[in-house]
Nanobody
């Protein structure tokens, strides 16, 4: 059982950067793949990125590839999403989620534990 808490959201201008964090409480954090998802008003939730439990191998949605970087620090039970070159269409509530996994890859679905989200707004 994991509890996830997101932080670091806020208002940023187009072209700017922001880093959001996902802190987990619970045991065996290293055995979970962690994903970031987002939901904009009036739109369905979409997978943004995830990082595998084994090897910390990332996976990105096409819309963010080359702009976002996911990383994890298992000693701190924390996953980060560094977001650069932000666009207005990146505006959304960002959620982190976890799924038990011991593989080198992570999918962008099938997550069991969810945080409450943090708002990211990209606007001038």
């Amino acid at each position: 059982q994991l509890q996830l808490v997101e932080s670091g959201g806020g208002l940023v201008q187009p072209g700017g950067s922001l880093r959001v964090s996902c802190a987990a409480s619970g045991s065996a954090f290293g055995y979970y793949a962690i994903g970031w998802f987002r939901q904009a008003p009036g739109k369905e939730r979409e997978g943004v990125s995830c990082i595998s439990s084994i090897g910390g191998i990332p996976n990105y949605a096409g819309s963010v590839k080359g702009r976002f970087t996911i990383s994890r620090d298992n000693a701190k039970n924390t996953v980060y999403l560094q977001m650069n070159s932000l666009k207005a269409e990146d505006t959304a509530v960002y959620y982190c989620a976890a799924r038990g996994s011991t593989t080198l890859t992570c999918p962008l679905d099938g997550y069991n534990w969810w945080g409450q989200g943090t708002q990211v707004t990209v606007s001038s």
